[in-house]
């Protein structure tokens, strides 16, 4: 049986797979995924097998973080605080963050996996063709890959920067990502 140190040793390992550290976070490196999916599973096993353990929460919290899922993070994070009872500063502007995040990607309707897909289309398109100062580009490939609420899809890239196709790729794909 793992321990929490065992556990927080599997997540400190998969999180480093991501290249990343901190919130507002990208989509995981493909690499990374079967890490945290592994950990995250662990953690939650851990959970059901032990009781609840504020530690085990915290840990099954930074999982669903890494993975995109901030609305599960926060809830995660909110119960190891309450079992922890710990409301030091530093703890309450993290759940501050990841209630920041989560409102971030309930504004967006396109997937993190939608977005990253995005971004590689939008660079392939901007490396042979100029920006036009429109979102053509963006356009083509939401009527191709992303069918359905097209406006309300093209109003949320608008309403993170993304006017056009140069602007789509820097402030909105590759800030919400």
Request: aromatic share 6%.
């Amino acid at each position: 049986m793992k321990t929490i140190a065992d556990l927080r040793a599997q997540m400190i390992a998969a999180q480093k797979l991501t290249g990343q550290s901190s919130l507002d976070r990208r989509a995981p490196a493909p690499k990374a995924v079967p890490a945290l999916l592994d950990a995250k599973s662990a953690i939650s096993r851990f959970i059901a097998e032990n009781g609840e353990s504020a530690d085990a929460y915290r840990l099954l919290s930074m999982a669903q973080e890494c993975l995109l899922n901030y609305a599960g993070a926060r809830s995660s994070f909110e119960k190891a605080l309450s079992l922890s009872n710990q409301r030091h500063p530093k703890n309450l502007k993290h759940l501050a963050l990841l209630r920041e995040y989560e409102g971030k990607w309930n504004e967006l309707p396109l997937t993190p996996d939608e977005l990253l897909h995005l971004g590689a289309h939008l660079t392939s398109a901007l490396a042979t063709h100029a920006c036009d100062h429109t979102p053509k580009h963006t356009k083509a490939w939401l009527a191709q890959c992303s069918p359905g609420q097209q406006d309300q899809k093209l109003k949320a890239l608008r309403h993170w920067g993304g006017y056009c196709d140069c602007e789509v790729l820097s402030n909105a794909v590759q800030s919400a990502a």
